[in-house]
């Protein structure tokens, strides 16, 4: 294990170094100006589109692929990750996780609409993502081929084991479960539905999603009214700290600028490339339309669900920061770490160096008490990690299918079993890795999949805003969009949606 640490250290130096950090927000910024920052602009269609549209034979419905892509955004990430950004950057890197998600919802319209406008139907069912519009929009196999493998070794071998290690180690945690037998049981569950393909995922998606994000965002609710008195010092300390000016965290600018927008990333998934596989498998009748319904998803996940962590663990004073340059008047742990902050909830969780879900456990702990407030958060870490699993499998799947599209539909069905055995198997034996080796390997599938998806989609940026004027222009004529790529002589490699034109009528309410 020491040498896998070393290798991901070094591949997370490289890949998240400030250069990116930076061009990531760049990019954000630069597609909020070129759509005229939609996200603002269109809230309204976002929210309404996300109940039109129905599922057919090849297709899942519009909030089922919402659902499936939010199953991937709200994940450990949401718990376990605002805790770790605000260890390593303080309480100013949710600021910088805001802002990631603000400009990253016009990345992520710009992708899963390019995802719907480029996919494929194969074995009755539409696939599609990065690979699918690398190819045949970029008309570039190798990088298509590059991504494909990237997103196989991030979301079939790294990203899934950090999920199921948030769960056992959350599970250990509140009811001293073995971190094994965790791992047998989710590895168990994950195969009763995936071996059932997208249908059964995105079914039990769109049934445990919306529950789970609203059962949490209310429990969240209820400590920030039990909190109420520190709600206008909390936001003081955000913004302050955000920007340098706050005495204490004032010289972790940098580290909080780098942990806000890659735990921003790794939560919300904006341009990481993850989330165009489940869009490009909705059935409606204009990319546009999904591109829209998945930005609105970013706000989900970062604005409500991270958010909802943050004020919890910052409002309970359940939180502690890693020192930094302006150590002075810092803490001193019994590990020899200096703190600049340690909660009263978690001293004894600053002198072993945890970072994690845990620290959740301790702010609604320290509200609802009787032990009600660590097992709810086990429950809702369990279910978000659970469905980010069955989401960064089905991406899996997609790749695999794009690897071996030319291949007949025998291959394809060994391929996928063998996807599935190994997925699996990554989650039992990841489950009872130690956490801080689990999420540095997951570092390194995420930021892959993101670069490699970032630099395509800025070459095909163009085409999504093609896409995004089509529908605003029938939007004021007063229809109900359908894309017709007759219209756009320029766009090839995109047959399929002569077929989709011709039955719009059936598939739009």
């Not at 996200?39 to 309404?48: A, C, G, S, Y």
């Not at 546009?288 to 996940?301: P, T």
């Amino acid at each position: 294990m020491g040498i896998i640490q070393s290798i991901a250290d070094f591949l997370n130096d490289i890949i998240w170094g400030p250069w990116f950090i930076w061009s990531f927000l760049a990019v954000g910024l630069y597609f909020s100006i070129r759509t005229k920052f939609l996200q603002v602009r269109l809230i309204k269609p976002m929210v309404q589109l996300m109940f039109k549209g129905e599922k057919s034979d090849k297709g899942i419905s519009s909030f089922q692929a919402l659902c499936t892509a939010l199953a991937g955004r709200v994940g450990t990430g949401n718990i376990a990750g605002v805790a770790t950004a605000i260890f390593y950057g303080g309480p100013g890197a949710l600021f910088w996780m805001w802002l990631s998600a603000f400009l990253g919802a016009s990345s992520a319209f710009m992708e899963s609409a390019l995802g719907q406008l480029y996919k494929i139907e194969l074995d009755g069912q539409y696939r599609g993502g990065p690979a699918y519009y690398i190819l045949y929009g970029m008309k570039s196999k190798w990088y298509a081929m590059f991504f494909c493998v990237s997103t196989l070794f991030a979301c079939g071998l790294l990203l899934p084991g950090v999920q199921s290690n948030s769960i056992a180690h959350a599970f250990e945690n509140a009811w001293t479960i073995p971190t094994w037998v965790s791992g047998l049981v989710i590895a168990g569950v994950l195969a009763l539905i995936i071996f059932g393909g997208i249908k059964r995922i995105a079914a039990t998606a769109d049934k445990v999603v919306p529950f789970m994000a609203v059962l949490y965002v209310l429990m969240s609710l209820v400590v920030i009214i039990m909190n109420i008195n520190k709600l206008g010092e909390v936001l003081g300390l955000i913004f302050s700290s955000a920007f340098g000016a706050h005495a204490v965290y004032g010289g972790l600018f940098g580290t909080m600028v780098t942990w806000g927008v890659k735990r921003g990333i790794y939560s919300n998934e904006a341009g990481q490339g993850s989330q165009p596989h489940a869009a490009a498998a909705a059935e409606v009748s204009h990319p546009a339309k999904q591109g829209l319904v998945q930005a609105f998803s970013v706000y989900i996940d970062t604005l409500f669900v991270c958010s909802a962590t943050g004020f919890m663990i910052l409002m309970t004073d359940a939180y502690n920061v890693l020192g930094g340059k302006s150590a002075g008047g810092s803490i001193a742990a019994a590990d020899g770490a200096s703190y600049l902050h340690t909660g009263a909830q978690v001293q004894d969780l600053a002198t072993n160096g945890i970072v994690g879900p845990e620290f959740t456990q301790a702010g609604v702990g320290s509200t609802i008490t009787g032990g009600f407030g660590v097992s709810f958060v086990a429950i809702c870490l369990a279910m978000f990690a659970f469905t980010t699993i069955m989401s960064y499998y089905y991406q899996a799947e997609s790749n695999f299918a794009y690897m071996f599209r030319e291949k007949d539909s025998s291959a394809r069905k060994m391929v996928t079993l063998v996807l599935r055995l190994c997925m699996v198997l990554v989650v039992f034996l990841c489950s009872s890795l130690a956490a801080p080796q689990a999420w540095d390997l997951g570092d390194v599938g995420v930021g892959l999949m993101a670069w490699i998806n970032v630099i395509a989609i800025l070459f095909l940026h163009n085409k999504g805003l093609l896409l995004l004027k089509d529908y605003e222009t029938q939007v004021k004529a007063g229809k109900d969009p359908v894309f017709n790529p007759d219209d756009h002589p320029t766009l090839d490699n995109v047959g399929i949606w002569r077929t989709i034109r011709d039955q719009s009528k059936k598939l739009v309410k």
